[in-house]
């Protein structure tokens, strides 16, 4: 049962994600960023030894252009201030407090880690891949253009765009 209740959440989460990258490759882009973001808050609270530690140390360094990048373009895209004080990992205090300590005992962390660091390797492709990705190569933006610009009606009126999806109608709007 517990099998099939995982595998029923994988396909889940595998819908979520494919409805979010239909929606506009921005959307799934950001998913990208926050789902990269947790596994680094769980991997940051469970790297206890000091080749753990150094595990991550390496892994931040070798990403920390794209890590950069996702704090940035977040700025960027949700008009916010950055603070002063803020920290300048991806991984805020409040995303490690969030992450419930695994007991060694109980759970094989060190297997789950790896897993991860598979995961965030796996996010860190995508994400490279979609920074490449331009409104000018969205087929979907140019229909949606082309039809406000040729339709006599909503040439002329405001119109509304229904999108399930803050990041979708963001990035219309800009």
């Known amino acids: 049962m517990a099998e099939n209740q995982q595998k029923a959440l994988v396909a889940l ?19 990208c960023d926050r789902l990269l973001g947790k596994l680094l808050a769980w991997v940051t609270k469970h790297s206890d030894s000091p080749a753990e530690k150094r595990r991550l140390e390496i892994w931040k360094e070798k990403h920390g252009d794209l890590i950069g990048f996702i704090r940035q373009q977040q700025l960027d895209l949700w008009g916010e201030e950055e603070d002063e004080d803020a920290d300048e990992d991806v991984v805020s205090e409040e995303m490690l407090a969030s992450v419930d300590q695994l007991s060694r005992e109980d759970f094989k962390v060190e297997e789950i880690l790896a897993d991860s660091y598979e995961d965030m390797n796996q996010l860190v492709d995508f994400l490279v891949e979609l920074r490449k990705f331009e409104p000018a190569h969205d087929d979907k933006l140019k229909a949606l253009i082309r039809l406000l610009e040729k339709d006599p009606v909503l040439k002329k009126h405001k119109v509304l765009v229904f999108s399930e999806y803050a990041e979708t109608a963001r990035y219309l709007k800009k």
């Open 13 to 31: 989460i595998r819908t979520q994600f494919l409805k979010r990258f239909e929606s506009s490759a921005l959307a799934f882009e950001l998913s």
